[in-house]
């Protein structure tokens, strides 16, 4: 089955910098990757996803890259601020399978 | 339009006694799965109902858990007895696409087994 990596588990910027986060995956059938932002005390919420069909998506501050050969997708935010401080998820599906194979998580902190 | 809603946000029990998680998907969506989140490790997936059906329960640990979707509307996951390894963040999602797409998480229910 697909298992997905996540890195780093803890990620501190300053207010301003850039953040990424990286995931890399092992099921060459996955298409579909969507990011989760989830915030203290609630539900996982959907930012960004990509389909194996584009290399890169954007959505203003935040964007995605999806590297199919090497089996890597990455989460890119720029002009961090501190409602950006959560913890993100990143996951894999091959499509067909309704089920997301999910990463460990990046807890991500912006201080001031 | 209203989320996923599940019930309790927290419970705490003691080992060997009995808990039931109740998720309200999103009105209309056929697909309702559970997912579970340990301590710092990844959101793993549980099953997957298609209304009352259910299309895939790979992901359930053991035969301590049981789930039910009634109707096709609300589901329920018991866990019958509970153990201290059963303790974490239980999700609910709603989607009303197959393919893992647009799914609506709920809140979850933190289960502490003491």
């Known amino acids: 089955g697909e298992n997905v990596e996540q890195h780093p588990s803890t990620l501190s910027v300053q207010e301003g910098d850039s953040a990424v986060i990286k995931c890399t995956y092992s099921?060459?059938?996955?298409?579909?990757f969507p990011w989760y932002k989830q915030e203290l005390g609630k539900r996982p919420q959907l930012i960004i996803d990509i389909r194996s069909n584009v290399g890169e998506k954007k959505d203003q501050r935040i964007a995605v890259t999806l590297n199919k050969t090497a089996k890597h997708f990455s989460l890119h935010i720029t002009e961090t601020q501190p409602e950006d401080s959560a913890v993100y998820f990143c996951?894999?599906?091959?499509?067909?399978?309704?089920?997301?194979?999910f990463g460990t998580g990046t807890r991500l902190q912006v201080t001031l | 339009e209203a989320g996923v809603t599940q019930f309790p946000s927290h419970s705490v029990i003691e080992k060997g006694q009995t808990v039931t998680l109740r998720c309200d998907p999103i009105?209309?969506?056929?697909?309702l799965y559970w997912y579970r989140r340990v301590m710092g490790k990844e959101i793993k997936f549980l099953l997957h109902f298609v209304k009352e059906s259910k299309q895939d329960e790979s992901g359930m640990p053991n035969n301590r858990f049981l789930a039910e979707r009634t109707g096709g509307t609300y589901s329920t996951l018991k866990v019958q007895p509970a153990e201290l390894e059963d303790s974490g963040v239980y999700f609910c999602a709603s989607s009303q696409l197959n393919g893992g797409y647009g799914y609506t998480f709920g809140s979850g229910t933190r289960l502490t087994v003491v």
């Open positions: 009105s209309g969506h056929d697909n």
């Open positions: 996951a894999a599906s091959d499509g067909t399978a309704s089920k997301l194979t």
């Open positions: 099921d060459s059938a996955s298409n579909y």
